[in-house]
C-alpha cells in the first residue's frame, strides 16, 4: 500500500507552490489487486467465510478480487475507515475485551475457512492447523509485540518497506512518509522523565583530537563559548538570582527601597569587623530599579553629625573601573538596633585579595593554577603584580585628583571581580565612622601611597607579616622579580614629602602600563568575538517567538478556525515537523541538531522542500523552507496590522 501511496505524489522540478497530496479513495484502482473478473468464484468459495474478517474484523480485498464470503451469522461486517490498512500503515490493535467480542459472535464452522491469497502477492502461504477455539489464537495475536505481528503478517503487506533508524531526514518522501506516521500506541509506553535543573558544571568538554584536523575542519566546541567562561558567567547569574524568604533568615522583609535581603556570610558566623565596627553584608533588590546592590550594615552605630554623609555625596560622583561605586548610605532602625548601612554595587562570586592569596585555601588553588601553567615557584607571577599595580594606581590618581583619600587600601578591602581584575572597595565608609570637623586630605593622601607600598611587599612575598621584615622582604624582591619594581616600592614606602605623588608612581611604571593596556584590549577583542558567537542565538528565539504568536491561537478577527486554515495550517504542520517527530518505536525524537538545522533553514529561507504531513495522516504537502517563511511573515504581519 505505501508503493500504491507513493505513486501519487509528484514532486514538481520548479515550482514554488505547495502541492497537496490525498489519500486515495477506495475506488481508485491499485496496481496491487486485479480485477475479480479474472477468475470466476466458484460456489463453494463464495459460502466459505474469509478468514481475514474472523482474524481481523475486515478484509482489505473484499470488492478486489476476494472470492470468499464476508458477512457474518449477524450481518455484514464493514471495515472501519480508521482501522483499515488501506488508511494506516501502521498496524492497530484493539483491546482484548473489544476483540473478543466480536470473534465470539462469529460460529465454529467458518474456523475452518481457508486463508486468501490474492494473486498480485507472489509469496506462498501455508495454511494453518484447524483449531478448534479461535477466541484462544486471537488472544495470542494481542498479547505479542508488534515486532512479532509484523513477522506474522509481514506476507500480507502491511509492512513492505524498510525503515532507515539513523537518518533524520530521509531524501525522498518514499522514505519520509511512513516515519512520520505517529501511533497511539506507540505513545502508551513512552517513558516519563522528572526534570532536572541546569547543572552549569556538568557540561561535557570536546574529545582530545586524534589527528591534526584539516584546514576546512573545526571543532564542535569553536561554535559555542568556551567552558570557563560560560561557567563563570552562569555561576554570576545563578549567585544574583539567589535569595530565601525572610522570615527563615530572621532579616526583615524590607530596609528603606531594597528588598529580598540575603546574606552574603555564612548564616551563622560571627559578624565581620569593618574598621573595628561589628557588620554583616547582605545583597538586596532596590525598588527604584530592580537592580542588585550590596548592602553593608555597621551593627549598633549611632550617627553624631550628619556632616559625615557629605563625603558619600563626593564619591557617589567617581565613577572608575577599579572602584566599587557607592550609591548612598543611610541610618535605620529596621534590624532591631541603630544601623548605619552603606549601598555598593553588587558583583556577584567576587573575593577580597586577603582570602585569595593570604588564607590556606587560597594559597593551594593558586599553586594548582601555576602548577597548571607550568610555574613551581609559590610566588605570584611579576605580569601579575604589574597589572594589580597598574589598576591600584588608577583608582588611586582618580580619587586624589578629586580632592579625595581612598583610605582603604588593604588586602582585605580590595576586591577580584574577575580574571587578574580588582577594584577598591568600602570608599567612604572610614570617612564617615571616623569623621572630623577639620581633616588633612594631604596627609591621608601620603598614607593611601604607603598603603600602597605595603600592599605591594605582602602579595610579592605572598605573606601579611612580610612588611615587618622589611629587610628581608626588599631581598626576596630583589632575587625573584625585576629592579623596577623594587624601586617602585622603596619610593612608596619612604617617608611622606610634599613631592611624593601618585604622579610620580605612574611615571614610574609608565612601560608597563603600555602592557597592561596591550592584555587589556586583547581580553576585550576575545570577548567581543565569544559575544558575537552567541549574538545570532537571538535569530532564532525571534522564528520561536512569531511561531508561538501564530500556532493554536484560539481566535482572531471573530474567526475561531484562524490559525488551522490557510498559510498558518502550513506553519502548524511545520511545527509538528520540527518538535513532535517519532522513531521507529514511536517515542519522541528529542534531536537539537535536527531542530537548530530546520530554524537555521527557515532563517535564511532556503530553497530545499520537505514533506509535511497532517496529524491524520490522510494528506500531505510538499513545500520549501522559503514558503514555510513567507507564510510565518504573512500570519504575523496580519497578526500586527490587526487585519484578516
Given at each position: ?11 514538481p ?9 490525498v ?19 466458484s460456489?463453494g ?21 476476494c ?5 457474518s451469522s ?8 480508521q482501522g ?10 484493539q483491546?482484548?475485551r ?6 465470539s ?11 486468501f491469497?490474492?494473486?498480485s ?25 508488534v515486532d ?41 509506553g513512552?517513558?516519563v ?7 552549569y ?5 570536546g ?17 559555542f ?12 547569574n545563578?549567585a ?9 533568615l530572621?532579616?526583615?522583609q524590607?530596609?528603606?527601597?531594597y528588598h529580598?535581603?540575603y546574606?552574603?556570610?555564612?548564616h551563622?558566623?560571627?559578624s565581620?569587623?569593618?574598621?573595628g ?27 553624631v ?5 557629605a ?31 552603606f ?10 585579595l ?7 585555601q ?21 605580569t601579575?603584580?604589574?597589572?594589580y ?25 580590595i ?9 577598591i ?5 572610614l ?12 596627609l ?20 601579611t607579616?612580610?612588611?615587618h ?5 626588599v631581598?626576596?624582591?630583589?632575587r625573584?622579580y ?9 619610593y612608596?614606602?619612604?617617608k ?9 608612581v ?5 612601560p608597563?602600563i ?12 576575545v570577548?567581543e ?13 525571534r ?35 520540527v ?6 518505536n514511536?517515542?519522541p ?22 514533506v509535511?504531513?497532517?496529524r ?9 523552507y ?5 507564510c ?13
Open positions: 500500500m505505501q508503493k500504491s501511496l507513493a505513486s501519487q505524489i509528484i514532486i522540478p520548479q515550482s514554488p507552490s505547495a502541492i497537496p497530496i489519500a486515495p479513495s477506495e475506488a481508485s484502482p491499485t496496481p496491487e489487486a486485479k480485477p475479480s473478473s479474472s477468475k470466476p468464484v460456489k468459495n463464495a459460502k466459505r467465510l474469509c478468514r481475514n474478517v474472523i482474524i481481523h474484523g475486515f478484509c482489505k480485498y473484499e470488492g478486489k478480487g472470492e470468499f464470503n464476508h458477512e449477524n450481518g455484514s461486517v464493514k471495515p472501519s475507515p483499515s490498512p488501506e488508511n494506516n500503515s501502521k498496524v492497530r490493535i483491546s482484548p473489544s476483540n473478543s467480542g466480536m470473534v459472535s462469529v460460529s465454529a464452522e467458518s474456523v475452518n475457512a481457508p486463508v491469497v490474492p494473486k502477492i507472489g509469496v506462498p502461504v501455508t495454511t494453518p492447523p484447524n483449531d478448534d477455539s479461535s477466541d484462544t489464537q486471537t488472544t495470542n495475536y494481542l498479547d505479542e509485540g512479532a505481528l509484523e513477522k506474522k503478517f509481514g506476507h500480507v503487506g502491511l509492512h513492505n518497506h524498510e525503515e532507515s533508524v539513523g537518518s533524520q531526514q530521509p531524501e525522498s518522501p518514499n522514505q519520509m512518509m511512513p516515519m512520520m506516521q505517529p501511533d497511539a500506541y506507540y505513545y502508551m513512552a517513558p522523565f522528572a526534570r532536572q535543573p541546569l547543572q558544571h556538568l557540561y561535557t568538554s574529545l582530545v583530537p586524534v589527528a591534526e584536523p584539516l584546514s576546512h575542519q573545526r571543532a564542535i566546541q569553536s561554535f563559548m568556551p567552558d570557563k567562561l560560560r561557567e563563570s558567567l552562569t555561576q554570576r545563578e544574583t538570582l539567589l535569595s530565601a524568604p525572610a522570615r527563615e530572621g532579616l526583615p524590607e530596609v528603606h527601597v529580598s535581603l546574606p552574603l556570610e555564612e551563622n558566623s560571627q565581620s569587623q569593618y574598621f565596627h561589628s557588620s554583616r553584608i547582605y545583597k538586596a533588590v532596590s525598588s527604584v530599579d530592580g537592580r542588585t546592590y550590596t548592602l553593608v550594615r555597621i551593627e549598633g552605630f549611632r550617627l553629625n550628619e556632616l559625615a554623609m563625603s558619600v555625596e563626593y564619591w557617589r560622583r567617581i565613577r572608575h573601573c577599579n572602584i566599587v561605586s557607592i550609591h548612598e548610605a543611610f541610618t535605620t532602625q529596621t534590624f532591631g538596633d541603630s544601623s548605619l548601612v549601598v555598593y554595587d553588587y558583583h556577584p562570586c567576587s573575593a577580597t586577603q582570602s585569595l592569596y593570604f588564607t590556606p587560597g594559597q593551594a588553588m593558586m599553586q594548582a593554577e601555576l602548577q597548571a601553567t607550568g610555574i613551581n615557584s609559590l610566588l605570584i607571577p611579576e601579575t603584580l604589574w597589572s599595580i597598574t589598576q591600584v594606581a588608577s583608582a588611586i590618581k582618580a580619587a586624589h585628583t578629586a580632592g579625595l583619600a581612598v583610605r582603604s587600601i588593604d588586602p582585605s578591602k576586591l577580584s571581580t574577575g580574571k587578574h581584575r580588582i577594584r572597595n568600602c570608599v567612604a565608609m570617612d564617615v565612622l571616623q569623621f572630623e570637623t577639620e581633616q588633612n586630605i594631604a591621608q593622601q601620603q598614607e593611601d601611597l604607603l598603603a600602597f607600598g605595603k600592599l605591594i611587599v605582602s602579595l610579592a612575598c605572598n605573606s607579616q612580610s612588611i621584615t622589611l629587610p628581608q622582604s631581598e626576596l624582591l630583589s625573584y625585576s629592579p623596577d619594581l623594587k624601586d617602585v616600592v622603596l612608596l614606602l619612604s611622606p614629602m610634599a613631592t611624593k605623588t601618585v604622579d610620580e605612574i611615571r614610574m611604571i609608565g608597563r603600555l602592557h597592561e593596556i596591550n592584555s587589556s584590549q586583547s581580553y576585550a577583542d570577548l568575538t565569544e559575544l558575537r558567537r552567541e549574538l545570532e542565538n537571538g535569530r532564532l528565539v522564528l520561536l517567538s512569531k511561531m508561538g504568536f501564530i500556532n493554536e491561537r484560539p481566535e482572531f478577527d471573530m474567526d475561531p478556525s484562524w490559525s488551522e486554515t490557510g498559510d498558518r495550517y502550513i506553519i502548524k504542520l511545520f511545527r509538528d515537523y518538535f513532535h517527530q517519532v522513531d521507529e514511536g517515542l525524537v528529542v534531536n537539537m541538531v535536527h531542530v537548530l538545522s530546520c530554524l537555521n533553514k527557515l532563517d535564511a529561507g532556503v530553497d530545499e522542500r520537505i509535511l504531513m497532517s491524520d495522516e490522510e494528506s500531505c504537502l510538499i513545500v520549501s522559503k514558503e514555510v517563511k513567507n510565518i511573515l504573512s500570519a504575523f504581519k496580519d497578526l500586527t496590522s490587526g487585519r484578516k
